[in-house]
């Protein structure tokens, strides 16, 4: 059997080698404390399920959903840009449901890159923004992120001749997986470049509910002009502990989503609708459950900071998302940090190159573990150095 070349060109999975070393070890009965994945360990709020279970009965929603998200879902995900960051989105031309923010950027590749197109992609950053180029048949080119630049991805210095070919960008603030965070002046000079070189900014606002010490996300879509070039994606994922729900939408410039809409209804059917009801509640109904759920990853960040700073090793304390980043101590890479963790304290963190060459020297710390838990590897990790 012959596979696509496309598929031989991706780069090996970032959690392979480290799950089957984990794997291996757990089969021996190790107790093995993962603080890999940021997904929420705490359940849906049950308001959500209620919603679900009431929507799941309802016969109407056992059919094929619409492609481009139920009426209802769309005009619920505009009212929720109103309420939350005070923007305009047309439900009908400005919104897009989305079977999770993941899908939607790997579809992206597929309305606006064609082989040999370059995307601009951060030096650190979800790995899907790498990988649905390949998948595309594009390039990517990742700009620089430095400590010292707060970690903002440095689009300006593209040179010329990568420019002339790049069609997309992507930007993600409050971002994974170095939690940094980016004010206005920097979203109105990402806006200016991509009117100038006609290139669509993807904004992925996957932790825009995640906020710490009173910060609060915005919208880059709260910018002027923002919607000429950009759309900004948002989940239900980490805000309301959702990410087995797969549910999402993208909203802003209508040329784009009308492209990926176009893509969507040629491989995928939607979003099931009684999810989209529930994913409804979660939106229109009462927010107080994601105070709770900061007051709890801000705790959690303050036990990992005091830990951290005990034993040395160096970070400064996110404002928000649910990771921390730390710096590797001297002597060591960031896979070579990764793996002495695992082996030395049977601690599963990802190494930061494996999310773009801007993240070699860290490792990305995850705060979706329960605080005993998150306790106990930071002591392990403190013993095996
Ligand atoms: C920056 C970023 N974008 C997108 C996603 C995917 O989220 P979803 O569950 O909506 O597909 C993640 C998940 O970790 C993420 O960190």
């Not at 992925?204 to 994606?233: C, H, M, Q, T």
Request: charged share 20%; net charge negative.
């Amino acid at each position: 059997m012959r596979t696509a070349n496309r598929i031989a060109n991706l780069p090996p999975y970032l959690f392979a080698e480290i799950d089957r070393k984990a794997g291996l070890k757990r089969a021996q009965g190790i107790d093995v404390i993962s603080l890999g994945i940021g997904d929420p360990d705490r359940p849906t709020p049950e308001r959500i399920v209620q919603a679900m279970g009431r929507a799941i009965h309802d016969p109407a929603n056992h059919r094929y959903p619409s492609y481009y998200g139920a009426q209802k879902y769309r005009e619920a995900c505009s009212a929720w840009m109103k309420r939350r960051f005070g923007v305009d989105v047309d439900p009908d031309t400005e919104t897009l449901a989305l079977i999770g923010s993941k899908e939607g950027i790997a579809h992206l590749f597929l309305a606006f890159v064609d082989p040999g197109d370059v995307t601009l992609v951060p030096g650190a950053g979800y790995p899907v923004y790498h990988t649905g180029g390949i998948l595309a048949g594009g390039e990517t080119y990742f700009m620089p992120m430095t400590e010292e630049n707060g970690f903002l991805a440095d689009f300006e210095s593209t040179p010329k001749d990568v420019l002339a070919r790049a069609k997309m960008m992507f930007l993600s603030y409050p971002n994974n997986p170095t939690s940094a965070i980016a004010n206005e002046e920097y979203f109105d000079r990402a806006i200016a470049f991509a009117r100038e070189h006609d290139i669509l900014l993807v904004h992925d606002n996957a932790y825009s509910e995640i906020g710490f010490d009173g910060y609060v996300p915005p919208s880059f879509l709260e910018r002027p002009g923002a919607k000429d070039v950009a759309i900004e994606l948002f989940s239900c994922s980490k805000a309301y502990n959702m990410t087995g729900w797969r549910v999402a939408f993208a909203c802003g410039n209508a040329t784009a989503l009308k492209a990926l809409g176009t893509v969507k209804s040629n491989i995928d059917s939607g979003v099931f609708t009684a999810v989209q009801d529930a994913a409804i509640e979660a939106f229109a109904g009462p927010q107080s459950e994601i105070d709770a759920l900061c007051a709890l990853y801000q705790r959690r960040r303050d036990l990992v900071m005091e830990a951290l700073g005990k034993i040395g090793i160096e970070a400064h304390p996110p404002e928000a998302t649910i990771y921390v980043w730390p710096k590797v101590p001297a002597g060591y890479t960031s896979a070579s940090f990764a793996e002495h963790i695992l082996e030395k304290a049977n601690v599963i963190v990802p190494a930061g190159s494996a999310y773009g060459p801007s993240g070699e020297g860290y490792i990305r710390i995850s705060l979706t573990t329960p605080d005993d838990r998150l306790a106990e590897a930071i002591l392990r990790i403190e013993a095996s150095l």
